[in-house]
């Protein structure tokens, strides 16, 4: 089974940035589309980015041109450099496969932008 492990996370104050990372298992990391979701207080989980294997990268529109996705295949790993940060993008950040096919998710890493 699948196992993702996210790490990067931390509090850190307005336009400030973070990298997050996240090494993956027990997959063939190469054939999937990778992508980082985030889920806030209250709200629905999300996708941020997502990234094919041969490195095309898509974005939601709240985070154009701020977080910028990126992959090692040789390393498994996945990574969202996250620069300008604002209070909305506080929540809850984790990787897996874009779709998810139901792969389970990893325990995230905690992403708190405040003053």
């Known amino acids: 089974q699948v196992q993702l492990v996210e790490s990067g996370g931390g509090l850190v104050q307005p336009g400030g940035s973070l990298r997050l990372s996240c090494a993956a298992s027990?997959?063939?990391?190469?054939?999937?589309?990778m992508g980082w979701y985030r889920q806030a207080p209250g709200k629905e989980r999300e996708l941020v980015a997502h990234?094919?294997?041969?490195?095309?990268?898509n974005y939601r529109d709240s985070v154009k041109g701020r977080f910028t996705i990126s992959r090692d295949n040789s390393k498994n790993t996945v990574s969202l450099q996250m620069n300008s940060l604002k209070p909305v993008d506080t929540a809850v950040y984790y990787c897996?496969?874009?779709?998810?096919?139901?792969?389970?998710w990893g325990q995230g890493t905690q992403v708190t932008v405040s003053s």
């Open positions: 897996n496969t874009f779709p998810r096919f139901g792969h389970p």
């Open positions: 027990r997959v063939i990391f190469s054939n999937y589309v």
């Open positions: 990234i094919t294997a041969d490195g095309t990268a």
